[in-house]
Every structure is written in structure tokens, then in C-alpha cells.
């Protein structure tokens, strides 16, 4: 099986206008159509996705390791709609305009924001993380989603301190532990492993702050919401996902004004891999 998850053909680090390091890859045609990728959770700008399709879709993949992750540095006490301001230098420095923008698992609040503030002119949420923290999830929600809702809640600088010791093999082992096996077909290929394991090494570099806040963030209320987003959008869900999302996205699509719903067949949380080409060529159709 194909999975698209070649090494970046580009790497590089803008210095941001407060002095801060944004580290960024990019794949496929440097004057085609642009996309920015929002990665899951603790995931480094190094794991794409379909990049064996971009040459032939006209498409450039542009990824960035969010603040405290991978290359990019810290930016204590940021926020969702931060990341989005440097979303848009980022895109201001490649001159790649306003992007289409992907969010996968927890990139989906981010992406989100991207789409909210004006950063995306289109919006793919692939397997995306719901907001668990919604008075309208709280009676679906299973131990652990509730468990860190409740702990973000209550102290989110305790919480963060917790989610920070997990780790690149703890959380290897927290996504396979009760992946599909339509899932762990894919994890446990050769090259999809090497190539998430080591983005998880990256997303986890330094002390682990950076995917803290991320889940911190993506735990509590959305700063901005959903119902902000006016750009055409696009939900994409794989129905064996019990994972991302206690309803598979219904309400989370519902949410954005517009928002077409794919609950796929057959499917679980790798839908970013294993749809690839879908998820690309129905964003290509978004005027």
C-alpha cells in the first residue's frame, strides 16, 4: 500500500516577527496549487501525507512544527488563533498566498483557527479531534476523553506537566493499543512507522511542552469556534473510529456553516493515508 509519507523534499526555519523559530517542510510542485497541513497530535513537520500523488495533482504540501514542537520554539501561554498569525507569515514567507489547509487528529482546532481568522481560503478536517469539552459531548464521552476534559478543567498547568511525560513511545503505544486493524494495517507498516515514529521523536523534542499545550488547548472550549469558520469545508471520518471523535464528527460538522460530512466505510483514524488522494482532489475542487 501506498501511503504517501516520503521524507520532506524542503526544509526550513522562519524567524518570526517576535524572534521565534518556525520550522517548516514542503513536498511536491513548488508553484502548484498550496496546501498547509496542521499534523496530529505530537506529530513533527516531518510526516506528510500523499506525496506520491502530489507531482500529478499540482499540489504543494507545506507542513510546520507547531511553537515547542520539532524545530520551532516555545511560545508559553499561546493560543489556537496564535498559531494561525503564524500560519499566515509562514505563508507570507513561501508566498503561497492564503492555502487550502488539512487538520488531522488534534490539528483540527488549528486548522480551524486558520479557516476562522482568514489564514485558508478552503478547510479538510481528516479524522479530526473533537472538541470534548462541548456541553453537547459531555454525556458521549468515554473514561479518558472525560478524564481530560475534567483534569484540563481543573488545572491545566497540572495537566500539562502529566501529558508532557508521555513521550514518543507512550504515545506510539497509546494510538496502537486499540487501533482497527484496518489502522494497525497501516501503523505497523514498515515505512508508515519509521516515518510516524520519527515525527513523534520530533513532536516530543525538548521536554514535551509543545505537545502539552496542543492537548491542553484542544481539550478545553475552542478559541475560535467552529461556527466561525466561512470557508467551504470538508469532514472526513472514517466510521471504525471510535478514537477522535464520540460521534464521528456529526456535531463538529454541523458546527461549520456549510460543512460537508464523509463518513467512509471500512475506515478508521488513517483515513489521512489511506484516502489520501480523496481528501486531496475533492480540496482541489473547492473554488
Not at 479530526?128 to 468515554?142: C, K, S, T
Amino acid at each position: 500500500m501506498e501511503l504517501g509519507v516520503d521524507a520532506p523534499e524542503h526544509t526550513g526555519a522562519l524567524t518570526l516577527p517576535d524572534g521565534r523559530t518556525l520550522a517548516w517542510s514542503s513536498w511536491g510542485d513548488p508553484g502548484g496549487t498550496p496546501v498547509l497541513l496542521c499534523p496530529g497530535a505530537a506529530t513533527g513537520r516531518s510526516l506528510g501525507f500523499g506525496t506520491h500523488l502530489l507531482a500529478g495533482l499540482g499540489v504543494h504540501l507545506v507542513s510546520a512544527d507547531r511553537p515547542g514542537l520539532g524545530g520551532s520554539d516555545p511560545a508559553p501561554g499561546r493560543t489556537a488563533a496564535d498559531f494561525a498569525a503564524d500560519a499566515r507569515a509562514l505563508a507570507d514567507h513561501l508566498g503561497i498566498g492564503r492555502p487550502a489547509v488539512v487538520g488531522n487528529s488534534q490539528g483540527a482546532p488549528f486548522a480551524l483557527a486558520c479557516a476562522a481568522t482568514g489564514a485558508a481560503r478552503a478547510l479538510a478536517l481528516v479524522s479530526p479531534a473533537d472538541e470534548i469539552a462541548h456541553p453537547a459531548l459531555a454525556d458521549l464521552l468515554d473514561p479518558g476523553a472525560r478524564a481530560l476534559r475534567d483534569a484540563v478543567a481543573a488545572d491545566p498547568e497540572h495537566a500539562g506537566r502529566d501529558l508532557a511525560a508521555l513521550g514518543p513511545d507512550g504515545m506510539w503505544d497509546l494510538v496502537t493499543a486499540h487501533a482497527p486493524d484496518r489502522d494497525a494495517a497501516v501503523y505497523r507498516t514498515p515505512v508508515f512507522e519509521a516515518a510516524y515514529r520519527r515525527a513523534l521523536a520530533e513532536g516530543f523534542a525538548g521536554d514535551g511542552a509543545g505537545y502539552a499545550r496542543d492537548t491542553v488547548l484542544a481539550s478545553g472550549r475552542w478559541d475560535p469556534a467552529p461556527e466561525r469558520v466561512a470557508v467551504p469545508t470538508d469532514v472526513w471520518y472514517g466510521e471504525l473510529d471510535t478514537f477522535h471523535s464520540p460521534d464521528r464528527a456529526g456535531l463538529l460538522a454541523r458546527r461549520v456553516p456549510g460543512a460537508r460530512r464523509h463518513l467512509l466505510p471500512g475506515e478508521g483514524g488513517s483515513l489521512l493515508w489511506t484516502r489520501a488522494g480523496d481528501v486531496l482532489r475533492t480540496l482541489l475542487a473547492r473554488p
